[in-house]
């Protein structure tokens, strides 16, 4: 069964517009890991951020923002005013005790951010 | 400091033909992974290390082997190549789990293998 769903596949946006990429999961422990990670054209894979379950602070770093709600089990990510580096693919990732910590990744969402 | 290095980036293997992705890390991490990316899709864990020594498999394991002779490299061997491990292979690692607080996994660049 699928533990992270990323039910975005592309999501198209002109420059300047905000977009929200939304990430649902599965588990069955109490506490757990969330993490996002860009993978912009050059193809490596570049760590955004952790939140643990918990700490339901939402969390804010520049353009990005991350929304967490434990109650409808969903991570979601928004950028604000995008760039056209923005342009990626993001992924979302569980940590979960009972997989001994292993990630569990989401299938991406594609972010093209047009000037 | 050159955290999570991989090679080859490219590399084109014929049917049958074997070979071995190579990474290493200079972060003196503990764990470390490889995992696959085929096109459209998430990452799936092949195989992983807790250590020297010790290996583990992941999700999909079936085609490929590894070896954890040292703490920094993780070698990825691939034997008798066929066209479905035409993929991006990345390889990870994080220093380690602390208890109930693990670490986060950073990534190598990635080898871009296609085999014909």
């Known amino acids: 069964a699928q533990k992270v769903t990323q039910a975005q596949t592309e999501i198209s946006v002109v420059e300047k517009e905000d977009v929200t990429l939304d990430c649902v999961y599965e588990?069955?422990?109490?506490?757990?890991?969330l993490f996002w990670y860009k993978q912009p054209p050059s193809g490596e894979l570049v760590f955004l951020i952790r939140r643990n379950s918990f700490d339901e602070q939402n969390e804010i770093s520049g353009r990005y923002s991350w929304n967490f709600q434990k109650s409808t089990s969903s991570f979601n990510f928004t950028i604000t005013a995008s760039q056209v580096v923005d342009s990626a693919v993001y992924f979302c990732a569980l940590s979960e005790p009972l997989s001994d910590y292993k990630l569990s990744f989401g299938a991406g969402t594609t972010v093209t951010v047009r000037a | 400091n050159a955290g999570v290095t991989q090679t080859p980036k490219f590399r084109i293997l014929k049917i049958g033909q074997s070979m071995t992705l190579q990474c290493a890390q200079d972060m003196n991490h503990n764990y470390m992974y490889w995992y696959r990316q085929d096109p459209g899709m998430g990452l799936k864990l092949i195989y992983y290390s807790v250590g020297a020594g010790i290996t583990d498999k992941g999700e999909v394991p079936n085609g490929y082997n590894v070896s954890r002779s040292t703490t920094e490299d993780f070698p990825l061997r691939l034997e008798l190549a066929a066209p479905s491990q035409t993929s991006v292979y990345f390889c990870?690692?994080?220093?380690?789990?602390?208890?109930?607080?693990?670490?986060?996994?950073?990534f190598g660049p990635g080898t871009r293998l296609t085999v014909l």
């Open positions: 990870a690692s994080k220093l380690s789990d602390r208890v109930n607080s693990p670490d986060t996994q950073y």
């Open positions: 588990t069955r422990d109490t506490t757990y890991y």
